[in-house]
């Protein structure tokens, strides 16, 4: 059974910084992409950053020079770091994870995975 768990969310005033963590676990190959995303009431689930397995890291223009997504592939977690917080930050984030498994020793074809959500609110 694979787990993809986050952690790391709350309350903070506007201008202030969180750390999400996401760690991914189970009987799993390994991880390809990892990401966060996020969906405020009334509105769509939009994707915040994501990084490769390499490292290679894309970012929404909205969260640019504030939040830097990193990895560790060894433990199969992703951080978000959050800096320079807006109310408009406000939302439920969720960490995806593809997730590929042991095939006679080789990787599978990757598994799309999504954590639990963990409420971020930024007061003004």
């Known amino acids: 059974q694979v787990h993809v768990v986050e952690s790391g969310g709350g309350l903070v005033q506007a201008g202030g910084s969180l750390r999400l963590s996401c760690a991914a676990s189970g009987r799993i190959f390994g991880v390809n992409d990892m990401g966060w995303y996020r969906q405020a009431p009334g509105k769509q689930r939009e994707v915040v950053a994501r990084?490769?397995?390499?490292?290679?890291?894309n970012y929404a223009d909205s969260v640019k020079g504030r939040f830097t997504i990193s990895r560790d592939n060894a433990k199969n977690t992703v951080n978000l770091q959050m800096n320079t917080l807006k109310p408009e930050d406000t939302a439920v984030y969720y960490c995806?994870?593809?997730?590929?498994?042991?095939?006679?020793?080789?990787?599978?074809?990757?598994?799309?995975?999504w954590g639990q959500g963990t409420q971020v609110t930024v007061s003004s």
């Open positions: 995806k994870a593809d997730i590929t498994f042991p095939d006679y020793g080789l990787a599978s074809a990757p598994y799309e995975y």
């Open positions: 990084i490769t397995s390499g490292g290679s890291t």
